[in-house]
Protein backbone atom coordinates (compact mmCIF):
# COMPACT_ATOMS: atom_id res chain seq x y z
CA UNK A 1 0.00 0.00 0.00
CA UNK A 2 2.97 2.31 0.83
CA UNK A 3 4.32 1.88 -3.13
CA UNK A 4 0.52 4.01 -3.82
CA UNK A 5 0.70 7.39 -4.26
CA UNK A 6 -2.07 8.02 -1.61
CA UNK A 7 -0.39 11.62 -0.30
CA UNK A 8 -0.72 12.84 -3.94
CA UNK A 9 -3.90 11.51 -3.92
CA UNK A 10 -5.13 13.11 -1.36
CA UNK A 11 -4.35 16.69 -3.00
CA UNK A 12 -5.12 15.95 -6.33
CA UNK A 13 -8.92 14.30 -5.78
CA UNK A 14 -10.29 17.54 -4.66
CA UNK A 15 -8.39 19.75 -7.06
CA UNK A 16 -9.46 17.95 -10.08
CA UNK A 17 -13.25 17.82 -7.78
CA UNK A 18 -12.40 21.75 -7.88
CA UNK A 19 -12.22 22.32 -11.09
CA UNK A 20 -15.24 19.63 -12.04
CA UNK A 21 -17.81 20.95 -10.08
CA UNK A 22 -16.83 24.75 -10.62
CA UNK A 23 -17.72 23.52 -14.35
CA UNK A 24 -21.02 22.49 -13.58
CA UNK A 25 -23.78 24.84 -15.05
CA UNK A 26 -25.44 27.19 -12.55
CA UNK A 27 -28.70 25.63 -13.00
CA UNK A 28 -27.47 22.43 -11.71
CA UNK A 29 -27.24 22.71 -8.21
CA UNK A 30 -27.85 19.60 -7.19
CA UNK A 31 -25.25 18.11 -9.43
CA UNK A 32 -23.17 20.41 -8.06
CA UNK A 33 -24.08 18.83 -4.68
CA UNK A 34 -23.91 15.44 -5.03
CA UNK A 35 -20.71 15.20 -7.14
CA UNK A 36 -18.71 17.99 -4.85
CA UNK A 37 -19.84 15.43 -2.03
CA UNK A 38 -18.36 12.19 -4.30
CA UNK A 39 -14.69 14.03 -4.25
CA UNK A 40 -15.12 14.60 -0.72
CA UNK A 41 -16.25 11.30 -0.03
CA UNK A 42 -13.19 9.78 -2.03
CA UNK A 43 -10.63 11.64 0.40
CA UNK A 44 -12.22 10.48 3.23
CA UNK A 45 -11.37 6.99 1.49
CA UNK A 46 -8.25 7.42 0.61
CA UNK A 47 -7.73 8.83 4.45
CA UNK A 48 -8.91 5.75 5.54
CA UNK A 49 -6.16 3.69 3.33
CA UNK A 50 -3.18 5.73 5.29
CA UNK A 51 -4.36 5.44 8.51
CA UNK A 52 -4.87 1.58 7.70
CA UNK A 53 -1.53 1.46 6.34
CA UNK A 54 0.15 4.08 8.55
CA UNK A 55 3.39 2.40 11.32
CA UNK A 56 2.06 3.06 14.66
CA UNK A 57 5.19 1.92 15.93
CA UNK A 58 7.99 3.63 18.27
CA UNK A 59 10.46 2.73 15.56
CA UNK A 60 8.68 3.77 12.44
CA UNK A 61 9.96 6.22 10.24
CA UNK A 62 9.08 10.15 11.16
CA UNK A 63 7.66 10.61 8.16
CA UNK A 64 5.60 7.85 6.00
CA UNK A 65 3.96 7.01 2.65
CA UNK A 66 7.14 9.78 1.33
CA UNK A 67 6.64 10.99 -2.05
CA UNK A 68 9.55 13.19 -4.26
CA UNK A 69 8.85 14.63 -7.25
CA UNK A 70 11.25 17.01 -8.59
CA UNK A 71 9.63 20.39 -10.26
CA UNK A 72 12.81 22.87 -10.64
CA UNK A 73 15.98 20.86 -9.63
CA UNK A 74 18.73 23.73 -9.35
CA UNK A 75 16.22 24.92 -6.61
CA UNK A 76 15.37 21.88 -4.83
CA UNK A 77 11.80 22.63 -5.59
CA UNK A 78 10.15 19.19 -5.88
CA UNK A 79 6.53 18.05 -4.93
CA UNK A 80 7.50 16.04 -1.83
CA UNK A 81 4.59 14.47 0.80
CA UNK A 82 5.23 12.84 3.78
CA UNK A 83 3.07 12.11 7.18
CA UNK A 84 3.57 11.93 10.40
CA UNK A 85 1.00 10.68 13.17
CA UNK A 86 0.44 14.57 14.36
CA UNK A 87 -0.46 15.67 10.16
CA UNK A 88 -2.66 12.24 10.24
CA UNK A 89 -4.98 13.42 12.82
CA UNK A 90 -5.46 16.40 11.54
CA UNK A 91 -5.72 14.87 7.71
CA UNK A 92 -8.46 12.67 9.21
CA UNK A 93 -9.90 15.86 11.16
CA UNK A 94 -9.96 17.20 7.54
CA UNK A 95 -11.32 14.56 5.37
CA UNK A 96 -14.27 13.84 7.81
CA UNK A 97 -15.19 16.92 8.79
CA UNK A 98 -15.50 18.72 5.08
CA UNK A 99 -18.32 16.36 3.50
CA UNK A 100 -20.14 17.14 7.01
CA UNK A 101 -19.71 20.83 6.32
CA UNK A 102 -20.99 20.57 2.70
CA UNK A 103 -24.07 18.60 3.95
CA UNK A 104 -24.39 21.35 6.89
CA UNK A 105 -24.82 24.28 3.68
CA UNK A 106 -26.64 21.96 1.36
CA UNK A 107 -29.92 23.89 1.48
CA UNK A 108 -27.90 27.13 2.78
CA UNK A 109 -27.26 28.63 -1.01
CA UNK A 110 -31.42 28.26 -1.69
CA UNK A 111 -32.71 31.71 -1.01
CA UNK A 112 -30.25 33.40 -2.09
CA UNK A 113 -28.99 34.03 -5.92
CA UNK A 114 -25.30 32.78 -5.20
CA UNK A 115 -23.98 30.28 -7.49
CA UNK A 116 -23.89 26.61 -5.66
CA UNK A 117 -21.22 25.04 -8.20
CA UNK A 118 -18.89 28.00 -7.35
CA UNK A 119 -19.55 27.82 -3.55
CA UNK A 120 -18.56 23.99 -3.51
CA UNK A 121 -15.75 24.10 -6.11
CA UNK A 122 -14.57 26.76 -3.11
CA UNK A 123 -14.95 24.02 -0.38
CA UNK A 124 -12.82 21.03 -2.70
CA UNK A 125 -10.13 23.84 -3.41
CA UNK A 126 -9.67 24.83 0.35
CA UNK A 127 -9.81 21.21 1.28
CA UNK A 128 -7.24 20.14 -1.34
CA UNK A 129 -4.82 23.28 0.10
CA UNK A 130 -5.80 22.36 3.85
CA UNK A 131 -4.23 19.23 3.09
CA UNK A 132 -0.97 19.89 1.20
CA UNK A 133 -0.19 21.78 4.07
CA UNK A 134 0.21 18.83 6.49
CA UNK A 135 1.62 16.80 3.95
CA UNK A 136 4.50 19.15 2.14
CA UNK A 137 7.72 18.21 2.94
CA UNK A 138 9.25 20.74 1.25
CA UNK A 139 9.41 24.35 3.01
CA UNK A 140 8.27 26.05 -0.13
CA UNK A 141 5.56 23.65 -0.89
CA UNK A 142 4.44 24.44 2.53
CA UNK A 143 4.42 28.04 2.11
CA UNK A 144 2.99 27.95 -1.56
CA UNK A 145 -0.63 26.09 -0.01
CA UNK A 146 -0.10 28.33 3.11
CA UNK A 147 -1.40 31.09 1.06
CA UNK A 148 -3.12 29.34 -1.83
CA UNK A 149 -5.55 28.53 1.37
CA UNK A 150 -6.19 31.87 1.85
CA UNK A 151 -8.14 32.58 -1.55
CA UNK A 152 -10.84 30.30 -1.16
CA UNK A 153 -11.85 30.76 1.81
CA UNK A 154 -11.33 34.60 1.25
CA UNK A 155 -14.33 34.21 -1.48
CA UNK A 156 -16.15 31.84 1.16
CA UNK A 157 -16.06 34.44 3.54
CA UNK A 158 -16.80 37.92 1.23
CA UNK A 159 -19.16 36.22 -1.25
CA UNK A 160 -21.25 33.31 0.79
CA UNK A 161 -20.75 35.43 4.29
CA UNK A 162 -23.76 36.90 5.86
CA UNK A 163 -24.45 40.16 7.35
CA UNK A 164 -23.08 43.94 5.86
CA UNK A 165 -19.50 43.42 7.62
CA UNK A 166 -18.86 40.06 5.54
CA UNK A 167 -16.35 42.19 3.16
CA UNK A 168 -14.48 43.73 5.92
CA UNK A 169 -14.29 40.12 7.39
CA UNK A 170 -12.81 38.54 4.13
CA UNK A 171 -10.59 41.63 3.39
CA UNK A 172 -9.24 41.35 7.30
CA UNK A 173 -8.62 38.16 7.30
CA UNK A 174 -6.71 38.24 3.88
CA UNK A 175 -4.43 41.17 4.50
CA UNK A 176 -3.59 39.75 8.51
CA UNK A 177 -2.71 36.16 6.98
CA UNK A 178 -0.89 37.44 3.86
CA UNK A 179 0.87 39.79 6.00
CA UNK A 180 2.09 36.98 8.20
CA UNK A 181 2.62 35.16 5.10
CA UNK A 182 5.13 37.64 3.58
CA UNK A 183 7.69 37.54 7.06
CA UNK A 184 7.63 34.01 6.49
CA UNK A 185 8.74 33.71 2.91
CA UNK A 186 11.32 36.29 3.83
CA UNK A 187 12.48 33.95 6.66
CA UNK A 188 11.63 30.67 3.84
CA UNK A 189 14.36 32.82 1.49
CA UNK A 190 17.03 33.87 4.43
CA UNK A 191 16.81 29.19 5.29
CA UNK A 192 17.39 28.39 2.23
CA UNK A 193 20.31 31.09 1.20
CA UNK A 194 21.98 30.19 5.26
CA UNK A 195 21.43 26.45 4.10
CA UNK A 196 23.02 25.74 0.62
CA UNK A 197 19.96 26.07 -1.66
CA UNK A 198 17.59 23.24 0.76
CA UNK A 199 14.33 23.78 0.92
CA UNK A 200 13.58 19.87 1.60
CA UNK A 201 12.07 19.58 4.94
CA UNK A 202 13.83 15.90 6.16
CA UNK A 203 17.26 17.57 5.01
CA UNK A 204 17.00 20.78 6.79
CA UNK A 205 16.00 18.84 10.29
CA UNK A 206 18.96 16.60 9.98
CA UNK A 207 21.22 18.97 9.15
CA UNK A 208 23.54 20.55 12.18
CA UNK A 209 21.66 23.55 13.98
CA UNK A 210 22.81 26.97 12.53
CA UNK A 211 25.19 28.17 15.09
CA UNK A 212 24.40 32.13 14.70
CA UNK A 213 21.50 32.76 17.52
CA UNK A 214 20.77 36.05 16.11
CA UNK A 215 19.73 34.70 13.00
CA UNK A 216 17.42 31.84 14.10
CA UNK A 217 15.90 34.17 16.34
CA UNK A 218 14.92 36.33 13.24
CA UNK A 219 14.48 32.96 11.46
CA UNK A 220 12.06 31.82 13.96
CA UNK A 221 9.89 34.65 14.57
CA UNK A 222 9.32 35.43 10.54
CA UNK A 223 8.06 31.72 10.60
CA UNK A 224 6.12 31.81 14.40
CA UNK A 225 4.69 35.32 13.10
CA UNK A 226 2.80 33.64 10.07
CA UNK A 227 1.61 30.61 12.21
CA UNK A 228 0.73 32.94 15.14
CA UNK A 229 -1.77 35.16 13.19
CA UNK A 230 -2.96 32.19 11.52
CA UNK A 231 -3.97 29.91 15.04
CA UNK A 232 -4.66 32.42 16.16
CA UNK A 233 -2.66 33.42 19.26
CA UNK A 234 -3.49 36.74 21.09
CA UNK A 235 -2.74 39.71 20.28
CA UNK A 236 -2.64 38.29 16.64
CA UNK A 237 -6.47 37.23 17.26
CA UNK A 238 -8.75 40.41 16.20
CA UNK A 239 -9.41 38.97 12.83
CA UNK A 240 -10.98 35.85 14.00
CA UNK A 241 -14.36 37.01 15.53
CA UNK A 242 -14.91 38.72 11.93
CA UNK A 243 -14.36 35.54 9.85
CA UNK A 244 -15.70 33.72 12.26
CA UNK A 245 -19.18 35.79 12.35
CA UNK A 246 -19.40 36.83 8.90
CA UNK A 247 -18.82 33.33 7.23
CA UNK A 248 -21.67 31.03 6.89
CA UNK A 249 -21.64 28.80 9.85
CA UNK A 250 -20.59 25.13 7.58
CA UNK A 251 -17.16 27.65 6.80
CA UNK A 252 -16.29 29.06 9.95
CA UNK A 253 -16.57 25.31 11.34
CA UNK A 254 -13.83 24.52 8.03
CA UNK A 255 -11.95 27.65 9.12
CA UNK A 256 -11.44 26.99 13.34
CA UNK A 257 -12.31 23.41 13.21
CA UNK A 258 -9.28 22.82 10.48
CA UNK A 259 -7.51 26.12 9.00
CA UNK A 260 -6.64 27.50 11.96
CA UNK A 261 -4.99 24.32 13.02
CA UNK A 262 -2.73 24.60 10.42
CA UNK A 263 -0.42 27.04 12.47
CA UNK A 264 0.02 25.34 15.30
CA UNK A 265 1.01 21.98 13.77
CA UNK A 266 3.33 24.45 11.57
CA UNK A 267 5.44 25.48 14.98
CA UNK A 268 5.38 21.60 15.58
CA UNK A 269 6.66 20.86 12.17
CA UNK A 270 8.70 23.86 11.47
CA UNK A 271 9.95 25.80 14.26
CA UNK A 272 10.51 23.62 16.62
CA UNK A 273 12.91 21.16 15.03
CA UNK A 274 14.65 23.86 12.67
CA UNK A 275 15.00 26.66 15.08
CA UNK A 276 15.26 24.97 18.60
CA UNK A 277 17.03 27.47 20.40
CA UNK A 278 14.52 30.05 19.32
CA UNK A 279 12.02 28.35 20.43
CA UNK A 280 13.16 27.93 23.77
CA UNK A 281 14.65 31.65 24.09
CA UNK A 282 10.75 33.07 22.86
CA UNK A 283 8.99 30.32 24.97
CA UNK A 284 7.72 32.00 28.07
CA UNK A 285 6.76 35.07 25.84
CA UNK A 286 4.53 33.04 23.77
CA UNK A 287 3.59 30.60 27.18
CA UNK A 288 2.65 34.00 28.51
CA UNK A 289 0.62 35.09 25.21
CA UNK A 290 -0.87 32.23 25.54
CA UNK A 291 -2.48 32.57 29.42
CA UNK A 292 -3.81 36.14 28.40
CA UNK A 293 -5.46 34.50 25.53
CA UNK A 294 -7.35 32.13 27.76
CA UNK A 295 -8.40 34.56 30.31
CA UNK A 296 -9.10 37.38 27.53
CA UNK A 297 -10.89 35.52 25.45
CA UNK A 298 -13.02 34.00 27.60
CA UNK A 299 -14.23 37.19 29.44
CA UNK A 300 -14.95 38.90 25.87
CA UNK A 301 -16.70 35.38 25.01
CA UNK A 302 -19.41 36.32 28.26
CA UNK A 303 -20.13 39.68 26.86
CA UNK A 304 -20.95 38.46 23.12
CA UNK A 305 -24.22 39.17 21.96
CA UNK A 306 -23.73 37.11 18.87
CA UNK A 307 -23.85 33.48 18.57
CA UNK A 308 -20.83 33.22 16.06
CA UNK A 309 -18.50 35.88 17.41
CA UNK A 310 -19.11 33.94 21.09
CA UNK A 311 -18.03 30.49 19.53
CA UNK A 312 -15.13 32.21 17.41
CA UNK A 313 -14.15 33.58 20.83
CA UNK A 314 -14.08 30.22 22.45
CA UNK A 315 -11.79 28.96 19.95
CA UNK A 316 -8.91 32.07 20.94
CA UNK A 317 -8.75 30.74 24.59
CA UNK A 318 -8.68 27.02 23.33
CA UNK A 319 -5.60 28.23 20.76
CA UNK A 320 -4.26 29.65 24.33
CA UNK A 321 -4.26 25.84 25.85
CA UNK A 322 -3.02 24.53 22.58
CA UNK A 323 0.27 27.19 23.03
CA UNK A 324 0.93 26.45 26.52
CA UNK A 325 1.28 22.47 25.53
CA UNK A 326 3.26 22.86 22.74
CA UNK A 327 5.44 26.17 24.56
CA UNK A 328 5.16 23.69 28.09
CA UNK A 329 8.08 21.05 26.64
CA UNK A 330 6.96 18.16 28.36
CA UNK A 331 5.77 14.87 26.67
CA UNK A 332 1.92 15.30 28.08
CA UNK A 333 1.47 18.79 27.24
CA UNK A 334 2.94 18.33 23.95
CA UNK A 335 0.49 15.10 23.44
CA UNK A 336 -2.20 17.10 25.17
CA UNK A 337 -1.82 20.15 22.38
CA UNK A 338 -1.64 17.90 19.44
CA UNK A 339 -4.81 15.84 20.63
CA UNK A 340 -6.40 19.51 21.48
CA UNK A 341 -6.04 20.43 18.11
CA UNK A 342 -8.19 17.54 17.15
CA UNK A 343 -10.70 17.55 19.30
CA UNK A 344 -10.97 20.91 19.48
CA UNK A 345 -12.06 20.88 15.40
CA UNK A 346 -14.51 18.30 16.48
CA UNK A 347 -16.40 19.73 19.26
CA UNK A 348 -16.43 23.31 17.87
CA UNK A 349 -16.97 21.63 14.35
CA UNK A 350 -20.14 20.61 15.63
CA UNK A 351 -21.30 23.63 17.54
CA UNK A 352 -20.67 25.78 14.82
CA UNK A 353 -22.86 23.62 12.57
CA UNK A 354 -25.58 23.37 15.68
CA UNK A 355 -25.41 27.06 15.77
CA UNK A 356 -25.83 27.50 11.65
CA UNK A 357 -28.54 25.27 11.97
CA UNK A 358 -30.37 27.77 14.51
CA UNK A 359 -29.39 31.01 12.33
CA UNK A 360 -30.98 29.42 9.39
CA UNK A 361 -34.39 28.80 11.02
CA UNK A 362 -34.38 31.45 12.58
CA UNK A 363 -32.75 34.16 10.13
CA UNK A 364 -30.59 35.98 13.03
CA UNK A 365 -27.33 35.20 15.20
CA UNK A 366 -28.70 37.63 17.74
CA UNK A 367 -29.20 35.76 21.18
CA UNK A 368 -31.86 37.99 22.10
CA UNK A 369 -33.64 37.51 18.95
CA UNK A 370 -34.18 33.57 20.91
CA UNK A 371 -34.98 32.72 24.03
CA UNK A 372 -36.81 29.46 25.22
CA UNK A 373 -36.40 27.78 21.95
CA UNK A 374 -35.95 24.15 23.21
CA UNK A 375 -39.77 24.02 23.83
CA UNK A 376 -40.26 23.54 20.19
CA UNK A 377 -36.61 22.19 18.80
CA UNK A 378 -35.63 19.84 22.22
CA UNK A 379 -33.18 17.53 20.06
CA UNK A 380 -31.27 20.75 18.72
CA UNK A 381 -31.38 22.03 22.03
CA UNK A 382 -30.19 19.12 23.20
CA UNK A 383 -27.27 18.50 20.72
CA UNK A 384 -26.69 22.00 21.27
CA UNK A 385 -26.12 21.79 24.83
CA UNK A 386 -23.51 18.95 24.18
CA UNK A 387 -21.49 20.36 21.28
CA UNK A 388 -21.01 23.23 24.07
CA UNK A 389 -19.88 20.81 26.93
CA UNK A 390 -17.65 19.35 24.96
CA UNK A 391 -16.36 22.74 24.06
CA UNK A 392 -15.71 23.19 27.58
CA UNK A 393 -13.94 19.83 27.99
CA UNK A 394 -16.52 18.02 30.02
CA UNK A 395 -15.63 14.56 31.26
CA UNK A 396 -16.39 11.78 29.02
CA UNK A 397 -15.90 13.92 25.87
CA UNK A 398 -13.01 14.21 23.47
CA UNK A 399 -11.78 17.45 24.75
CA UNK A 400 -11.42 16.69 28.52
CA UNK A 401 -8.49 14.31 28.47
CA UNK A 402 -6.82 17.23 25.83
CA UNK A 403 -7.20 19.70 28.62
CA UNK A 404 -5.87 17.67 31.03
CA UNK A 405 -2.70 16.54 29.36
CA UNK A 406 -1.74 20.45 28.64
CA UNK A 407 -2.74 21.01 32.62
CA UNK A 408 -1.00 18.32 33.54
CA UNK A 409 2.10 18.55 32.08
CA UNK A 410 2.86 22.56 32.15
CA UNK A 411 2.39 22.19 35.87
CA UNK A 412 4.97 20.06 36.18
CA UNK A 413 6.78 22.46 34.12
CA UNK A 414 5.35 26.13 35.55
CA UNK A 415 2.34 25.48 38.22
CA UNK A 416 1.88 29.26 37.77
CA UNK A 417 1.08 28.79 34.27
CA UNK A 418 -1.39 25.74 34.79
CA UNK A 419 -3.04 27.41 38.00
CA UNK A 420 -3.87 30.90 35.49
CA UNK A 421 -4.99 28.27 32.93
CA UNK A 422 -7.72 26.29 34.87
CA UNK A 423 -9.21 29.70 35.31
CA UNK A 424 -10.67 29.27 32.02
CA UNK A 425 -12.36 26.33 32.01
CA UNK A 426 -14.67 27.79 35.05
CA UNK A 427 -14.53 31.17 32.71
CA UNK A 428 -15.62 28.39 29.68
CA UNK A 429 -18.47 26.73 31.42
CA UNK A 430 -20.04 30.30 32.14
CA UNK A 431 -20.15 31.78 28.89
CA UNK A 432 -21.22 28.12 27.46
CA UNK A 433 -23.92 27.75 30.21
CA UNK A 434 -24.76 31.03 29.93
CA UNK A 435 -24.96 31.01 26.01
CA UNK A 436 -27.25 28.27 26.13
CA UNK A 437 -29.63 29.50 28.77
CA UNK A 438 -30.32 32.87 27.02
CA UNK A 439 -31.26 30.50 23.27
CA UNK A 440 -32.71 27.36 24.89
CA UNK A 441 -34.45 28.13 28.42
CA UNK A 442 -36.38 30.45 30.31
CA UNK A 443 -39.20 32.59 28.67
CA UNK A 444 -39.82 31.91 25.38
CA UNK A 445 -39.23 34.78 22.85
CA UNK A 446 -43.04 35.90 20.92
CA UNK A 447 -41.18 36.42 18.13
CA UNK A 448 -40.52 32.55 17.66
CA UNK A 449 -44.05 31.85 16.77
CA UNK A 450 -44.33 33.80 13.95
CA UNK A 451 -41.68 31.76 11.97
CA UNK A 452 -42.55 28.74 11.01
CA UNK A 453 -38.74 27.45 10.92
CA UNK A 454 -38.49 27.31 14.31
CA UNK A 455 -40.86 25.13 15.33
CA UNK A 456 -39.08 22.63 13.00
CA UNK A 457 -36.57 20.15 14.76
CA UNK A 458 -33.80 18.04 13.28
CA UNK A 459 -33.96 16.91 9.84
CA UNK A 460 -33.09 13.35 8.82
CA UNK A 461 -30.23 15.03 7.07
CA UNK A 462 -29.42 16.91 10.17
CA UNK A 463 -29.42 14.18 12.37
CA UNK A 464 -27.13 12.51 10.11
CA UNK A 465 -24.67 14.36 9.75
CA UNK A 466 -23.87 15.38 13.43
CA UNK A 467 -24.22 11.81 14.46
CA UNK A 468 -20.61 11.26 13.21
CA UNK A 469 -19.39 14.19 15.52
CA UNK A 470 -21.32 12.84 18.51
CA UNK A 471 -19.96 9.36 18.31
CA UNK A 472 -16.15 10.31 17.65
CA UNK A 473 -16.79 13.33 20.45
CA UNK A 474 -18.15 10.53 22.86
CA UNK A 475 -16.19 7.51 21.45
CA UNK A 476 -12.75 9.45 21.67
CA UNK A 477 -13.78 10.90 25.30
CA UNK A 478 -13.68 7.37 26.68
CA UNK A 479 -10.89 5.51 25.03
CA UNK A 480 -8.47 8.16 23.27
CA UNK A 481 -5.72 5.52 23.79
CA UNK A 482 -5.42 5.07 19.65
CA UNK A 483 -4.92 8.81 19.24
CA UNK A 484 -2.10 8.97 21.98
CA UNK A 485 -0.46 5.83 20.12
CA UNK A 486 -0.51 7.48 17.01
CA UNK A 487 1.10 11.02 18.14
CA UNK A 488 3.37 9.31 20.46
CA UNK A 489 6.20 8.71 18.30
CA UNK A 490 5.63 12.55 16.20
CA UNK A 491 5.79 13.91 19.85
CA UNK A 492 8.84 12.25 20.64
CA UNK A 493 10.69 13.01 17.79
CA UNK A 494 9.74 16.75 17.88
CA UNK A 495 10.47 17.20 21.61
CA UNK A 496 14.44 15.74 21.32
CA UNK A 497 15.18 18.91 19.47
CA UNK A 498 14.44 20.70 22.80
CA UNK A 499 15.25 18.12 25.46
CA UNK A 500 18.15 16.58 23.78
CA UNK A 501 17.05 13.08 24.74
CA UNK A 502 14.13 10.80 24.07
CA UNK A 503 10.81 11.52 26.13
CA UNK A 504 8.84 8.42 27.14
CA UNK A 505 5.17 8.55 26.04
CA UNK A 506 2.33 8.05 28.65
CA UNK A 507 1.78 4.41 29.25
CA UNK A 508 -1.70 2.87 31.22
CA UNK A 509 -2.99 6.72 30.18
CA UNK A 510 -0.53 8.08 33.23
CA UNK A 511 1.57 10.76 31.14
CA UNK A 512 4.96 10.65 31.52
CA UNK A 513 7.15 13.88 32.78
CA UNK A 514 9.31 15.20 30.88
CA UNK A 515 12.60 14.36 30.54
CA UNK A 516 12.74 10.35 30.98
CA UNK A 517 14.48 8.58 28.84
CA UNK A 518 13.56 5.56 27.39
CA UNK A 519 16.80 3.63 28.07
Known sequence: MNELPLLSALVAVPLIGAVVVASIRREQAAAARWTALAFSGAVAVITALVAVGFDYGPDAPWLQFTESYTWIENWDLSLSWGIDGIALLLVALTAGLTPIAMLAAWRDLDAVKRSVPAFFALILALEAAMLATFLASNVLLFYFFFEAMLVPMYFLIGSYGTGPRRQYAAVKFFLYSLLGGLFMLVAVIALWVNNGGVFDWQTLVEAEPMADGSLQNWLFLGFFLAFAIKAPFFPFHTWLPDAGGAAPAAVA?????????????????????????????????????????????????????????????????????????????????????????????????????????????????????????????????????????????????????????????????????????????????????????????????????????????????????????????????????????????????TLVFITGEPQTAPSDNVPAAEGVSNE
Request: hydrophobic share 55%; net charge neutral; with cysteine.
Open 253 to 493: ALLVGVMDKIGTFAILRYCIPLFPDATKTFAPWVIGMSVIGVLYAAFVAIGQTDLKRLVAYTSIAHFGFIGIGIFAFTQASATGAVLYMFNHGLATGLLFIVVGFLTFRRGSAQITDYGGAAKTLPLLAGIFLFAGLASLSLPGTAPFISEFLVLFGAFTDNEPVAVLATLGIILAAAYVLWMYQRTMQGDRNPALDEVPAMKRDLTVREKALVAPLVIAILGFGFFPQPLIDAVGPAVDN
